[in-house]
């Protein structure tokens, strides 16, 4: 493989740790503004306010684990 070959993998690699990177600082940028943000948590979605409370919004289906590589269609 050639260096810029190696570089481009190198960088594609970085791609998960960067994008949680940002969801996060996101998220607490969001609740550090006032607003609220929505989580799920053990087959529901709660809206989270910024003093740390939460209220139930739905119930939802527990979530499919999926190994990496493995393609699902969705209905």
């Known amino acids: 493989m050639s260096d810029p070959e190696k ?3 190198y960088l594609e ?3 998960p740790a960067l994008s949680c990177s940002a969801v996060t600082v ?3 940028q969001t609740l550090a503004s006032g607003e ?3 989580e799920t948590d053990s087959g529901a979605i709660y809206e989270v306010f ?3 409370s939460r ?4 119930q939802i289906a527990a979530p499919t684990p999926v190994e990496t590589g493995r393609k699902i269609r969705f209905r």
């Open 26 to 28: 996101a998220y607490w």
């Open 50 to 52: 910024p003093d740390g």
């Open 55 to 58: 209220r139930l919004v739905k």
């Open 36 to 38: 609220s943000v929505l």
């Open 7 to 9: 570089t481009m993998t």
């Open 13 to 15: 690699e970085q791609i």
